[in-house]
């Protein structure tokens, strides 16, 4: 609705921080309106991309994974726990 108020485009419109004040019926806000999607990237924090549909969120590995082998690493001696750490590096990158 406001992007066409305001004849801008859809996806470089952001609208944020919205409360409603007691007895409802109106709320306040914060609106951003970009020029580009460049420009968005650039300024726009990530959690808000992401809720935007902009951009994609890191595949995360789940918290026992990441315990396991955080615990693998303190186990592991010498040379070999240099590898174990690039290895769950490498697995938390994929």
Known sequence: MVA????????LVQLYSFSSLFGGGRSTGFGLIYDSLE???KFE?????????IEDGKKKRS???WKDQK???????????RETARAAKKAAAS
């Open 4 to 11: 066409k108020l305001l004849k801008a485009e859809e996806k």
């Open 39 to 41: 420009a968005m990237k």
């Open 45 to 53: 924090p990530r959690f808000r991309l992401k809720r935007a549909g």
């Open 63 to 65: 918290r026992k994974q």
């Open 71 to 81: 615990k693998k690493i303190k186990r592991t001696w010498g040379t070999g726990k």
